[in-house]
């Protein structure tokens, strides 16, 4: 195509036929010099190739192309009604499955119960206290929950029969929901039944032998604590005890240390601090060991408040009106698929 001068003012269009903004050019563009270049020519084959690009700039600027990367609302709307089947038989056809699985189905209730997972004191380093220990991490109590093993225990608590064909054991096992809450030490689990009085049955069960569970793992370290504490308590009885004789040889019970005898006073005075210094230590040992077994270091695993049921069952039109929306949406992207597709 031949250059001229002329197409140097125009640095919006990358190729004059491929210009996109036409509107912009048809103002800038003065008609008369490009007739001046026309007449001015020197051959004939020029001016042949100038007559051919002038007429076909000149269609394309009275006929500009469309713009092809906008869309506009009305756009989509003649998209939609022309693929109108799509957006009204899939919602329609959604609404009917979820009312065909819906209504057959009896109403269930929910129990939701918060289990804290207890805690026991730890045999440490007198003086060195760490952070509280569990008696299992949060994270393994829900896996625990989800074993078949599990649901079969409390089962068997609640007199209900083991066998997969068994109606109450199947409602239990695809009733029961457990989620341990992030960043906490809680538990949350949900139990679903026909019947209010199922439902808070089943979540009871299953707090009573996870109870159980805990229960076992805590009790050696729980032991031991007593072991120590009891220990102490016979060490410090002792202590005072020869102490007290200590202090009845020398004549000196309840009373200052004499100046008579003086090394062997000395010796009895040291002998005194000695034991003092003991009986602080073990005094000291005994609280701590009480600190862990009490209720702030060790604690059962329990509910928080109480279990709650719900008042009503899940509203079975709710869910057939959501089957509806999810089936609008999905028949609306349907059909821009199929104009794409098509296109």
Known sequence: MLQFRFFKRYQCCASWLECRR??????????PRLYFLKGNARNAETQTVLASFFSSTIKL??????????????DLWQILVRHKWWVLITPLLAVIAAVVAVIPLKSQWEATAAIRVGAVGQVAQVGHVGQIELVEPVARVAERMKLTSFQDAALSDMS????????EASRYRGG?????????????????DYSQEDAKRSAEASVVYLQKIHQQLAAPTVQRLRQ??????????????????????????DKVIAREGFMENVVLA???????????ELERAKAFYEEQLGPLHTYPTSVIERISVSEKPPKKSLIIMLAGVF?????????FLSHAVAK
């Open 22 to 31: 036409s509107s912009v050019c048809h103002e800038q563009l003065e008609l």
């Open 176 to 192: 029961l929901m457990v989620k341990a809450l992030p960043n906490t030490d809680l538990v949350e689990i949900t139990a679903r």
């Open 61 to 74: 600027m009275q006929n500009p192309p469309p713009t092809l990367d906008e869309i506009t609302l009305f």
């Open 228 to 253: 120590l504490v009891a220990q102490l308590e016979q060490e410090i009885t002792q202590i005072k005890s020869e102490r007290e004789k200590t202090l009845e040889i020398a004549g000196l019970k």
């Open 270 to 280: 040291n002998i005194t601090i000695q034991r003092d210094g003991e009986l602080r």
């Open 327 to 335: 089936g609008l949406v999905l028949g609306v992207m349907l059909a």
């Open 160 to 167: 209900y029969p083991l066998g997969e064909k068994n109606l």
